[in-house]
């Protein structure tokens, strides 16, 4: 089983400035891509930004240039500094990460941490 752990939400006002961070633990063979996801009431849930295992990243329209994803593979954590935010930004922020386990290291699965609350006042 594989868990991931998600910290840094919090209130911040506009122009602020967040950094969340997302640790995978358990029975991992190998981490590989992992990615940052925010969902609203009422709205779909929509891929804010994404790194792969060698490190190439893509960011939605929204964020570009606001936002940064980076890894720690010996940590088995992907960050997301947020910077410049807007109220528009204000959501349950949710990491993803694509892991193979031990007991099945050819296979990989998407796993999803709890979500944590980003609220940006104006």
């Known amino acids: 089983q594989v868990q991931l752990v998600e910290s840094g939400g919090g209130l911040v006002q506009s122009g602020g400035s967040l950094r969340l961070s997302c640790a995978a633990s358990?029975?991992?063979?190998?981490?590989?891509?992992m990615g940052w996801y925010r969902q609203t009431p009422g709205k779909q849930r929509e891929l804010v930004a994404s790194?792969?295992?060698?490190?190439?990243?893509n960011y939605a329209d929204s964020v570009q240039g606001r936002f940064t994803i980076s890894r720690d593979n010996a940590k088995n954590t992907v960050y997301l500094q947020m910077n410049s935010l807007k109220p528009e930004d204000t959501a349950v922020y949710l990491c993803?990460?694509?892991?193979?386990?031990?007991?099945?290291?050819?296979?990989?699965?998407?796993?999803w941490g709890q979500g944590t609350q980003v609220t940006v006042s104006s």
């Open positions: 358990g029975s991992i063979f190998r981490v590989y891509a």
């Open positions: 790194i792969t295992g060698g490190g190439s990243t």
């Open positions: 993803n990460a694509d892991v193979s386990t031990v007991a099945r290291p050819l296979t990989r699965y998407d796993y």
